[in-house]
């Protein structure tokens, strides 16, 4: 089974989600998002992340795991999977 694309969401811009970006930070265009293989959900995150949501191939989100307070540089990440 082919590893799933992992990608970082952040704050709202208005109705807007967004998504980072490893050369621009955060950015409002699924396109322009930067994918990370799994491992990202051991790594510190960006400042303002929120979610990190696996995707298939097919671009199709198969999860949702929200950032649980209490993670940071440094420190261990927590999610809660709601999806």
Do not use: C, H
Request: aromatic share 14%; hydrophobic share 40%.
């Amino acid at each position: 089974m082919k590893d799933l694309d992992f990608y970082i969401l952040g704050p709202r811009v208005g109705d807007e989600l967004t998504y980072w970006n490893l050369d621009k930070g955060w950015v409002t265009d699924f396109g322009d998002a930067s994918a990370f293989p799994k491992e990202i959900l051991t790594l510190p995150l960006p400042e303002g992340a929120t979610t990190v949501m696996p995707f298939s191939s097919a671009s199709e989100p198969m999860s949702q795991f929200n950032l649980l307070p209490g993670g940071g540089v440094g420190v261990v990440n927590f999610f809660q999977k709601v999806y």
